[in-house]
């Protein structure tokens, strides 16, 4: 006969996690409780960036918020400069010429494909499918150097103006493009047979980090988070801008609303955005890049050095800033990872009177704790990974 085994106490163990972890980036603390390795409840400290973005906003001219909008997403920067120049053209009620609204789309879904291709590369090498990392970090370089080409820089870009962009497109930017997504199409389906009958990623990816369509929608959750769980949601579609409603592409949903869904869903929508791409290039008209309004852009370099009007102007632009009449508005574009809004108080003067931004990651973050109750520690590192959380953005 065997003797009774008592059982073993439960415990329950609180747990700081960050924000000095690698995975959380120096800007996000975890205050986990556990019960063995299984996550009771998570309380998610974020603020540990210090950015002060919006108030660093208020002191700046109109112009000069463009380079503090770069580094809200960094990893997806044009999207940040085309919303924030939408909001305040809104204001001005301008609309930029036909080839510039062409250009702003192409540049932003290379922009969402940098993105996309960051997140599933990092997320797969924190699984230990390093490869699929070095792959996709491959196809993101291609791509960044074509942002190269056309702005100057790879991430801190600066390239839109209010009242259009800051130069035309390359002569042979159509080839670079054309040559690049052939690269990068290559590259996706080589990480597609790596990972989709990879049967440890399925099952670290697969039925973790569930949340439901319910939950994601009372949370505000949007972009691949929330199509991730079957709602068709997408700023381009719901409120076109631009010139996104001459364009055919689809949404990509998921089902199960879980980490699997949400890497598919990424992956799925880089394929789209390469359609629009190639869409785009080949509707985009000819035609001026710029509004040729002087109250709202600088004059050309040669007007400033050679006539005293150009100076002037130009020194009235500069100094006091564009004249944005009075109001208030709040403008929404599609963002990497959902919708990404600008709010934005003018009281007539040269500088913003209030900037407050809707950052997704901000939003996602505050339901990290619903997709993560009732799974182990070790699911918290690529849930976190599926959120795909800027710290620039997130902490503001």
Same mark, same amino acid.
């Given at each position: 006969?065997?003797?009774?085994?008592?059982?073993?106490?439960?415990?329950?163990?609180?747990?700081?996690?960050?924000?000095?972890?690698?995975?959380?980036?120096? *800007?996000?603390? $975890?205050? +986990?409780?556990?019960?063995? !390795?299984?996550? /009771?409840?998570?309380?998610?400290? %974020?603020?540990?960036?210090?950015?002060?973005?919006?108030?660093?906003?208020?002191?700046?001219?109109?112009?000069?918020?463009?380079?503090?909008?770069?580094?809200?997403?960094?990893?997806?920067?044009?999207?940040?400069?085309?919303?924030?120049?939408?909001?305040?053209?809104?204001?001005?009620?301008?609309?930029?010429?036909?080839?510039?609204?062409?250009?702003?789309?192409?540049?932003?879904?290379?922009?969402?494909?940098?993105?996309?291709?960051?997140?599933?590369?990092?997320?797969?090498?924190?699984?230990?499918?390093? *490869?699929?990392? $070095?792959? +996709?970090?491959?196809?993101? !370089?291609?791509? /960044?150097?074509?942002?190269?080409? %056309?702005?100057?820089?790879?991430?801190?870009?600066?390239?839109?103006?209010?009242?259009?962009?800051?130069?035309?497109?390359?002569?042979?930017?159509?080839?670079?493009?054309?040559?690049?997504?052939?690269?990068?199409?290559?590259?996706?389906?080589?990480?597609?047979?790596?990972?989709?009958?990879?049967?440890?990623?399925?099952?670290?990816?697969?039925?973790?980090?569930?949340?439901?369509?319910?939950?994601?929608?009372?949370?505000?959750?949007t972009g691949p988070i929330l199509r991730s769980t079957g709602v068709s949601y997408d700023v381009r579609k719901a409120q076109p801008y631009l010139v996104y409603d001459q364009l055919d592409f689809e949404v990509p949903l998921g089902t199960k609303g879980d980490n699997y869904d949400r890497f598919v869903c990424r992956?799925?929508?880089?394929?789209?955005?390469?359609r629009i791409v190639e869409q785009a290039l080949k509707k985009m008209p000819l035609g001026p890049v710029l509004l040729e309004d002087p109250r709202i852009v600088i004059p050309e370099k040669d007007g400033v050095y050679n006539s005293i009007e150009g100076l002037m102007h130009h020194f009235k632009i500069i100094m006091e800033g564009i004249q944005v009449p009075p109001g208030e508005v709040y403008l929404a574009v599609e963002g990497g990872n959902g919708e990404l809004g600008f709010y934005i108080v003018s009281d007539g003067g040269g500088r913003p009177y209030r900037v407050r931004v809707r950052p997704p990651c901000f939003i996602a973050m505050s339901a990290f704790h619903e997709m993560i109750k009732g799974y182990m520690v070790a699911d918290i590192v690529p849930t976190f990974g599926m959120i795909n959380m800027i710290g620039g953005e997130c902490d503001r």
């Open positions: 006969m065997k003797a009774d085994i008592p059982e073993l106490p439960l415990e329950t163990m609180e747990l700081q996690m960050g924000p000095s972890h690698p995975a959380t980036h120096g *800007t996000i603390k $975890f205050n +986990l409780k556990l019960e063995g !390795e299984k996550v /009771l409840d998570c309380d998610v400290e %974020v603020g540990y960036l210090h950015r002060g973005f919006a108030k660093s906003c208020e002191q700046a001219t109109w112009t000069q918020v463009i380079p503090y909008t770069d580094r809200l997403n960094y990893v997806s920067p044009l999207i940040n400069n085309v919303g924030y120049a939408l909001a305040v053209e809104k204001l001005l009620g301008v609309e930029t010429p036909l080839r510039c609204q062409f250009i702003r789309v192409i540049m932003s879904e290379l922009s969402r494909i940098t993105d996309h291709l960051t997140c599933l590369g990092m997320a797969a090498s924190e699984l230990g499918a390093i *490869t699929v990392g $070095f792959y +996709l970090i491959e196809a993101r !370089e291609l791509l /960044l150097r074509i942002v190269e080409a %056309v702005t100057g820089a790879r991430l801190t870009i600066s390239y839109t103006r209010i009242g259009g962009v800051k130069h035309d497109l390359p002569l042979d930017f159509t080839e670079q493009v054309h040559q690049a997504f052939l690269k990068v199409r290559r590259i996706l389906a080589d990480c597609d047979r790596l990972l989709s009958r990879n049967r440890i990623f399925i099952d670290r990816m697969s039925g973790v980090g569930v949340i439901s369509q319910e939950t994601a929608i009372a949370y505000g959750l992956m799925l929508e880089i394929e789209q955005s390469m």
